[in-house]
């Protein structure tokens, strides 16, 4: 890793600034001048039309964007999947096994791009003489490799699905269609019927319409039984494909050993009690497919609703935990990464998807080999999860919005984790956020593409798309959104809290690296020797280093966590930016725990989160300060993925002299009436903290108050744009 250079320079402006360039490159805006500009123009960016949501022929209900969800919408029942979830049977992982050890995996051909069995929603439409169903998948590049079976109404006893799908599940009929062709079989006697289901694939939006006469089964206004499931189709058996023990070019691998049929199933429909604490929401999913028997992933579809065209929305949840699936801007390929894909890790790379990285894939090129957990995927590189949708969990408080909304804290995970790893009771991250008295507020964990690109390129602009999409699902106050994260995570969330401050009121770091990538275990010589310029076991991204970005913060208030006996990052690395808190000018508080929660696994899971909650305030974010410090980075500029950090509060088009090096810009403005507080000694005080896995955890604090915000009502009119 290259050490980078910081040039600076400094500006004091009277009065109101028409626009001025200076030695850095900056551009100055009087603060009545300007448009909202705050963060990346995803923030602003309408939502995206992708075609695997969009609708033809009868179809117009919109899609209800929350997993695991069903609602009646305008005489169609739409039923929305979730995303990534097509892992088939066997053992639930957890972290950090869940990165090693595998359930199903697709066969090697690339066309299958590890995802091409993975429902993304259902919906069923009554017709004149047919039923209509539409199946939509996450991933399609050539329609025969997926085998879909339907399971229509019911029966006493499970009945074995055909084609070899080894699997049974309640029916009265199956319908299973491969391409553009498709059979109708009796549950009972696995008599094919003679009269066919009517396929139609469109392949753009992923889709498969599937139309099944009523001649043959006919639901009139009744409620019948539905189930859906997805595997992949042999072409030349004309049958599912099995897995067998390991993956080979056109078979799928992760059967168990020892079972002699494996179910063909990667994913059904219809599973409404799915546990948010899996990665994935396919606890109860890999159980029964492991066991062979889907029954107890059913719809129960009321006809007569339909065919009246009544709206029911009852089924779509309006509090408590929520996983929402959504449109991305972005999506350079279909499915997971392969190792053919562009912008390959380095060999000895753990990978979410991808376990540790050989290297011997042609997209990671001829690379040195680096220790790392996950690696900064770049503009030119494809994430561990590329596809065009994309997930968050968020917790709804019970609690009604305040009357300027709700306050909101977005979080990105530690290495390879997922939402779910936050979903602990009643003292997790999410509910002790929500249960803030007066002032619940709304958690947004990201799983941004894999969670182990350290928020560079598509990984840290899906951050920003599922803000932009929650404020547009959610009343979010957008004056009081914070920035957090955990481990790597909390590497993320100093990285574009800092590029972008002025969308943050508050920044909140839970044991976060200073440089990207790292490893648990030598991070406390590599990383330190990386800040020195010298790269050794593990191969950081030159001008990576957080605590260069700091002055950034000059108006975002932080609080940090950190471990004196942390085992997986050395204090030395959080202390650093202690130091530089403490020397410098911000409103900050630095709790350093000792004993148990100390360790880095203890720390951000051990019901503390309390300590968090009260300091987090209801303090706006700063609009139009009158002293500004930004450095600039052009290092961590990844323009294609819409991240480009040039523009903070008042201060826009901010260049540094040399592209390859930092720059720095100290601006103040004495034209606003507004004078800066002055900085107050830091404090120190030792407390302690109640905790789930350790009860009582000792801390000590060094802290700093010294930003003073304005009255709330003139923070509200004072919106980007406008005097404040």
């Not at 005489?75 to 639930?92: A, I, M, R, S, T």
């Not at 696995?190 to 498969?208: M, S």
């Not at 968090?612 to 974010?621: F, H, I, L, N, S």
């Not at 523009?647 to 260049?655: C, M």
Request: hydrophobic letters at 35%; proline letters at 8%.
């Amino acid at each position: 890793m290259k050490k980078t250079k910081r040039a600076a320079v400094a500006l004091v402006v009277a009065g109101l600034l028409a626009g001025a360039a200076v030695g850095a490159g900056s551009a100055l805006a009087a603060p009545d001048a300007r448009a909202d500009t705050a963060g990346p123009d995803l923030l602003r960016a309408p939502a995206v039309d992708a075609p695997q949501l969009q609708n033809t022929g009868i179809w117009s209900a919109d899609p209800i964007g929350i997993c695991m969800t069903s609602a009646y919408r305008h005489g169609e029942y739409v039923h929305q999947g979730c995303v990534y979830d097509d892992e088939g049977g066997g053992n639930q992982y957890r972290w950090p096994n869940d990165t090693l050890l595998r359930n199903y995996t697709y066969p090697e051909n690339a066309a299958y791009r590890r995802n091409a069995a993975d429902i993304l929603e259902v919906r069923a439409k009554p017709q004149d003489d047919a039923t209509a169903f539409r199946v939509t998948m996450n991933t399609m590049t050539d329609p025969g490799l997926l085998g879909l079976t339907l399971a229509l109404g019911g029966s006493d006893t499970p009945r074995e699905a055909p084609h070899g799908a080894n699997t049974v599940m309640p029916a009265q009929l199956f319908v299973t269609v491969h391409g553009n062709e498709g059979d109708i079989v009796d549950a009972a006697t696995g008599r094919t019927l003679p009269d066919a289901p009517e396929v139609h694939v469109d392949l753009e939006r992923r889709q498969v319409e599937i139309r099944v006469p009523h001649s043959a089964w006919d639901p009139a206004d009744g409620t019948q039984r539905l189930a859906a499931a997805a595997g992949l189709w042999d072409r030349d058996a004309d049958a599912y494909l099995v897995p067998q023990v390991t993956a080979d070019e056109s078979h799928p691998g992760g059967a168990v050993l020892g079972d002699p049929t494996p179910s063909a199933f990667f994913d059904a429909a219809f599973r409404f009690h799915e546990p948010f604490e899996a990665p994935y929401r396919n606890n109860d999913q890999k159980r029964a497919i492991a066991n062979g028997d889907l029954s107890e992933f059913f719809a129960d579809v009321d006809f007569g609703k339909l065919r009246a065209g009544a709206d029911d929305e009852s089924g779509v949840p309006t509090s408590g935990y929520v996983t929402r699936v959504f449109a991305s801007h972005s999506e350079k390929e279909q499915g997971r990464r392969l190792p053919s894909d562009p912008g390959g890790p380095a060999p000895g790379t753990g990978l979410q998807q991808g376990g540790i990285a050989t290297g011997s894939g042609e997209g990671s090129g001829d690379q040195r080999p680096s220790a790392s957990f996950g690696y900064p995927c770049r503009d030119d590189c494809v994430p561990d999860l590329p596809g065009r949708m994309q997930r968050y969990t968020v917790y709804v408080p019970e609690a009604p919005a305040p009357s300027h909304g709700y306050a909101s804290l977005l979080w990105t995970q530690g290495y390879a984790l997922r939402p779910g790893d936050d979903v602990a009771g009643d003292r997790d991250l999410y509910r002790q956020f929500a249960d803030r008295p007066g002032d619940p507020t709304m958690v947004i964990d990201v799983d941004f593409r894999g969670a182990d690109n350290w928020g560079y390129g598509e990984g840290g602009a899906i951050v920003f798309e599922a803000l932009a999409d929650a404020r547009r699902h959610y009343d979010l106050d957008r004056e009081r959104t914070a920035m957090g994260g955990f481990s790597s995570g909390a590497y993320t969330a100093n990285k574009l809290s800092l590029t972008f401050p002025d969308v943050f009121n508050k920044a909140f770091i839970c044991d976060g690296l200073n440089v990207a990538p790292s490893l648990p275990g030598v991070n406390g010589v590599a990383d330190e020797l990386a800040e020195a310029g010298v790269d050794t076991v593990t191969k950081h991204e030159p001008g990576s280093k957080i605590s260069e970005l700091l002055p950034s913060r000059r108006n975002q208030p932080v609080m940090e966590w950190a471990g004196v006996n942390d085992d997986f990052i050395p204090y030395p690395i959080t202390r650093e930016r202690a130091d530089l808190y403490k020397a410098g000018d911000y409103d900050y508080e630095f709790i350093s725990h000792v004993g148990l929660a100390a360790e880095h696994l203890v720390m951000c899971k051990n019901g503390m989160w309390d300590l968090a909650a009260r300091w987090m305030g209801d303090e706006p974010r700063a609009v139009d300060p009158p002293h500004v410090t930004y450095v600039r980075n052009p290092l961590m500029d990844d323009p294609e993925a819409g991240l480009v950090g040039d523009h903070a509060y008042w201060l826009s088009g901010i260049q540094s002299r040399d592209p390859h090096e930092l720059g720095a810009i100290d601006v103040v403005t004495r034209g606003q009436g507004r004078a800066e507080a002055p900085v107050p000694a830091a404090g120190q005080e030792v407390g302690q903290v109640e905790g789930t896995f350790s009860p009582v955890n000792p801390s000590s604090a060094t802290s700093t108050r010294r930003w003073t915000p304005t009255p709330r009502t003139c923070w509200r009119s004072a919106r980007p744009g406008s005097a404040p």
